[in-house]
């Protein structure tokens, strides 16, 4: 199909003459189109004399200009109006298509319209995907980047809690535990020895002396010593010193 005059392109109005509708048929759509009130329709076409003149629509091929023929019929629904430039009875130009579905009347889109309509759609679904993914991204200087939904804080509360399980002890025990054994270690280190060099080191046993028993200590506490040691003096003898003749 020829591209549209912009002059010609209707493609955001529509037209309906509601009386018409029940009686639509593929032998009065034309005159249904014809109507005075359709912006569509102009009235310096060939099917305007023809009518004027009561002629058959025949004669149309006669002749030279724009004209409305009906390219399709599907009753009850759609019709196909197609507006061309005759330049002979043989040749013809498209210019726009009509289409009448339920009696409403609108313009086919050119093939330019079309492929202009769908890139603007594309163009702005995914604008408006940048749009939503930057609104859900959080930044701070000390985090960096993150991404926050808005369904997250709901999920977080339908989200069924799992339950801790409960630890022998806790890190204050076990931290109290390990200072102790520390200190008990600093206060008895292990005794080591090393015979040769390179070897491991091997621990002492160290050997305790039996205690004498309590009796026998009673009974040496009872009995004074027979022999007592001379007790030491406790001065030494003044120096003699030469005397002065």
Known sequence: MASVDLRDNLLGISWVDSGWVPILNPGN???YFSERSN????RACNNEMVKMQRLTLDHMNQMVGFEYILLHAQEPILYIIRKQQRQSPTQ?????????????VYQAPDLGSVIGSRVLSAVHGVQSAFDEAMSYCRYHPSKGYWWHFKDQDEREKTKPKSKK????SSLFQRQRV???LLDL???FPPAFYQPKAGEKPIPVEVKKEPEPPAEAVKQEEREPAKNPAPAAPSKAPPEKRARLQ
């Open 92 to 104: 013809v130009v498209p210019l726009a298509d009509f289409y009448i579905i339920a009696g409403v």
């Open 39 to 42: 912006p569509f329709y102009d």
């Open 185 to 187: 270690r600093q206060k």
């Open 165 to 168: 399980k409960e630890e022998p």
């Open 29 to 31: 759509v034309l005159d």
């Open 178 to 180: 390990d200072t102790l």
